[in-house]
């Protein structure tokens, strides 16, 4: 095991796109492991847009990543050293607890085992297996309760969340309308994902589109985005 871990921390705010400084990549000295502790050797680690929201200084529905801290995000490691009885030397973990650092150390408590599936690569754990598959899955069979012939519209179709969500909606029989932006994206919908129709929001009108697409309205939303596009789909949902 290296004595050194490398680690990207936060030295500024970022002012629209990051810039050149506002992270920094540090070399610090490995923590001990304490008592219910577990020593983690990062493999992978997630890069979302929500690492940019938490840049900001600003609450959402985590706090803000303090300037000097460590980047938050979720990473994929395995156990180096263990005090715990979860979890054995060799174990493959996610957590988010550790951040974008080589090693990092936590209570067991704040990772979780990694079941590896037959046939699918380890990183499927931080994308369709992980917190990604599961927040599409849940949206579309939990909270909206999808049913076949309803027709759902979904925003951000071709990011990480809403194209996995279309593809688990047309299973369930739903009649899926993606909103992505570039005949690119909307392609990629319609030709590999299945998606029944795709609306390019950044070459045509959001609300006319789907007034031709959905004449009698919208029984679902998956909503990714908020603003203008999730008004233009409110304004047409059943009541």
């Known amino acids: 095991m290296s004595s050194i871990n490398r680690q990207w921390v936060l030295r500024n705010r970022p002012k629209g796109a990051i810039a050149d400084g506002d992270l920094e990549l540090v070399e610090r000295p490995v923590p001990e492991t304490g008592e219910g502790q ?6 992978y680690l997630s890069l979302d847009p929500t690492n940019r929201t938490w840049m900001n200084d600003s609450e959402g529905y985590l706090p803000p990543v303090g300037l000097g801290d460590v980047m938050r995000g979720l990473t994929l ?84 969340v809403g194209s996995i969500a279309g593809q688990i909606a047309r299973q369930r029989g739903c009649r899926v309308i993606g909103i992505a932006g570039g005949p ?45 596009i999730m008004i233009a789909v409110f304004n047409r949902l059943k009541v």
């Open 77 to 160: 490691g395995v156990v180096e050293d263990s005090r715990s009885e979860r979890f054995a030397v060799g174990d493959v973990v996610t957590t988010a607890a550790g951040g974008w650092a080589d090693y990092a150390v936590m209570n067991a408590a704040d990772a979780s085992r990694v079941h590896r599936a037959p046939g699918l690569p380890l990183t499927a754990n931080m994308s369709v297996l992980g917190m990604t598959g599961m927040t599409a899955y849940f949206g579309v069979t939990d909270v909206l309760k999808a049913k076949a012939g309803e027709t759902l519209v979904i925003s951000a179709a071709a990011g990480a």
């Open 184 to 228: 690119e994206k909307c392609a990629w919908l319609t030709r590999d994902l299945g998606f029944d129709a795709a609306i390019d929001y950044k070459n045509e009108d959001v609300g006319a589109a789907l007034d031709r697409l959905a004449p009698d309205g919208i029984d679902l939303n998956f909503e990714n985005v908020g603003g203008d």
């Open 38 to 43: 577990i020593r983690v050797r990062t493999l």
